[in-house]
């Protein structure tokens, strides 16, 4: 049972365009949701967090969005860059169980 | 800071052969991670430490790996004997509270399993 989902395994854009990265949860219990950016031949990087009491965070070109009631949170990236092409895990997990439950990645391209 | 560091970066061995992958968390954090990323089943969570503890080994594939922390500073994975399947990039990642805290995660060995 794949607890976290994200649907779409790659997405491409113009450069200046927004990307829109999605994900799906079927846990009711996490509390705490986790973006993160992979580079090939790197470790995964935290980019962004939120937590289930609020429905939008923003850092910069990155705002995460959380739809508590349909259990879905998406990732948006305003205005795309060629360097933001990377692999982007969602994660998930609840605040007092110690681990997070990662998504299978989405890869985004994004075009010059 | 270094980093997570993992060693080695990249390893082939023969089936049947012993695996050991090396971890130092960063200075301070108190909870470990092991992960392995295959295309068939993505990022999956095999283990992690707290305090040096296991907390939660449900993602060991089986009895054929096992993982140590024998202080603050250093883990290992170790698979033995090595199967094919076994091949993927394992990860390492600490943090600093065993909450859903960010994790910070090494490059990754990538195992090769002839």
């Known amino acids: 049972d794949q607890q976290v989902k994200q649907n779409s395994p790659s997405l491409s854009v113009q450069e200046g365009r927004i990307s829109i990265l999605n994900c799906d949860y079927t846990?009711?219990?996490?509390?705490?949701f986790l973006w993160y950016k992979k580079y090939p031949a790197e470790g995964p990087t935290f980019l962004i967090s939120?937590?289930?009491?609020?429905d939008k965070n923003e850092d910069g070109r990155f705002t995460v969005f959380l739809n508590k009631s349909a259990k879905h949170l998406s990732l948006h990236i305003v205005p795309s860059q060629p360097g933001d092409s990377a692999v982007y895990f969602c994660?998930?997990?609840?605040?007092?169980?110690?681990?997070?439950?990662f998504g299978d990645g989405t890869t985004l391209t994004v075009k010059p | 800071d270094a980093g997570v560091i993992q060693s080695p970066r990249h390893e082939v061995t023969e089936m049947g052969q012993e695996v050991t992958l090396r971890c130092k968390p960063i200075?301070?954090?108190?909870?470990l991670f092991w992960y392995r990323q295959t295309m068939m089943r993505g990022l999956e969570l095999l283990i992690y430490?707290?305090?040096?503890?296991?907390?939660?080994d449900s993602g060991m594939p089986e009895d054929r790996f096992s993982a140590k922390m024998p202080n603050a500073s250093f883990s290992t994975l170790k698979i033995q004997p090595s199967e094919p399947r076994d091949s993927a990039v394992y990860f390492c990642?600490?943090?600093?509270?065993?909450?859903?805290?960010?994790?910070?995660f090494g490059p990754g060995t990538r195992l090769l399993v002839l």
């Open positions: 430490f707290n305090n040096n503890v296991p907390i939660d």
């Open positions: 994660a998930a997990g609840v605040g007092n169980a110690g681990k997070s439950t």
């Open positions: 846990n009711s219990m996490f509390d705490y």
């Open positions: 939120i937590s289930s009491i609020k």
């Open positions: 990642a600490s943090s600093l509270f065993t909450t859903t805290e960010t994790q910070y």
């Open positions: 200075s301070g954090h108190n909870s």
